[in-house]
């Protein structure tokens, strides 16, 4: 049994770092990709968009009715199943992210349409 700690190979401060976020974002994806981290991704975005961003969406559009919550509504609900569907069809980790982040800009554009008007 090798009890030995292992160095790397360079110090922790002559490492290259990336600042770029674009590098970071990458290195994201490229660990939820190849790790078992996905599907752990996968329920925190479903238990994000179906237990706080939806019902609150829905909550505020039925409050706050002008006359097209429906329509709203009808929007809310398909982009919620689309995450849903994404995910449960195991595509990749980049579109299920970026499908994701519209969906929350989306939800939080017609919430403050609602409480804006």
């Known amino acids: ?18 600042h770029s976020w674009a590098a970071r974002y990458n290195s994201l994806v490229n660990l939820l990709e190849t790790g078992d981290y996905r599907f752990t991704l996968m329920g925190a975005m479903l238990l994000i968009q179906g237990c ?29 199943f689309a995450v849903l569907v994404s995910n449960l069809g195991l595509l990749s980790v980049r579109f299920c992210l970026n499908l994701f982040a519209v969906n929350v800009l989306l939800h939080l554009v017609l919430i403050g349409i609602h409480l804006i008007h």
């Open 1 to 18: 049994m090798n009890t030995k700690l292992a160095l790397p190979a360079q110090p922790i401060a002559a490492q290259p770092v990336s």
């Open 52 to 80: 706080i961003l939806t019902p609150v969406a829905l909550l505020v559009f039925q409050y706050f009715d002008f006359g097209y919550s429906d329509i709203y509504a009808g929007i809310a609900v398909v982009a919620f």
